[in-house]
């Protein structure tokens, strides 16, 4: 998943990256030029680029993903997420395709990569071992050595479902989560207007950061409901 990317050849060399690598699932979020599928990088794979799915936000386009991975680098930030190394992302990824779930791996634009609010929709970080002198990565090439990762430790391995395990809340529940609880707080009174953008980042980041089932989080959504209709109408039901 590529968010707002600037060159349309990256685009295209992220999508020969995935051909590579057997991947087929991409989206591009809020591009920067029009005629991305256009490029002429994507060698060997521009039935990829036709297909890629466009959105307008990030939020839109991981609504039905369960585990959310951003990549960058910790050079000018220090992430509210759990921070996992390239090489041990893998096993995080084939724990939640067992348990039926659905991963989105997203790469920020080439001029600033992921910002904090993008970081915010992201369960994890996952950060490329690079030379501190020279963090950051072209576009394309960390595409593909990330995808390259994910598919070397599988060696052709099928993940095998467990069947005990709950399906987690996908990405657009927590958000409508968050929403809620923001509004139940804004209601109460809980704290002024001011910080009303805070506490919905700091929202999104607790809520994925507990690990929600998909079960709990449906509980939860009706719970904060009545609360805020009770909030909104004192006196009644």
């Known amino acids: 998943m590529l968010v707002q990317p600037r060159n349309p050849l990256n685009i295209g060399a992220a999508a ?3 051909a590579n690598f057997g991947f087929t699932r991409l989206s591009v979020v809020a591009p920067f030029e029009a005629h991305w599928r256009e490029a002429r990088s994507a060698v060997g794979a521009p039935e990829l680029l036709q297909n890629a799915q466009v959105a307008a936000t990030l939020a839109e386009s991981v609504a039905a993903s ?3 991975i951003g990549t960058g680098t910790r050079a000018h930030r220090k992430p509210d997420q759990v921070v996992v190394l390239l090489p041990e992302l ?5 724990e939640e395709l067992a348990r039926g779930g659905r991963v989105a791996l997203v790469f920020g634009s080439e001029k600033r990569g992921l910002s904090r609010e993008d970081l915010s929709r992201c369960h994890l970080l996952t950060e490329i071992p690079t030379d501190p002198g020279q963090p950051s990565m072209n576009l394309g090439q960390a595409v593909a050595v990330c995808l390259y990762e994910l598919v070397r430790s599988r060696n052709g391995a099928v993940p095998i479902a467990k069947d005990s395990a709950p399906p987690a809340a996908d990405s657009g529940t927590l958000d409508r989560l968050a929403e809620l609880v923001d509004k139940t707080m804004t209601a109460s009174g809980y704290s002024p207007q001011i910080m009303q953008k805070a ?13 929600w089932v998909e079960a709990d989080a449906k509980r939860a959504l009706g719970l904060f409901r009545r609360i805020l209709w009770r909030l909104q109408h004192p006196g009644q039901g």
């Not at 893998?90 to 084939?94: G, Y």
């Not at 980042?201 to 607790?206: A, E, F, N, P």
């Open 199 to 211: 506490n919905q980042h700091d929202l999104r980041v607790m809520l994925r950061r507990l690990g």
């Open 90 to 94: 893998p096993a995080r990824v084939e």
């Open 16 to 18: 020969r990256a995935m």
């Open 66 to 68: 369960t585990l959310v």
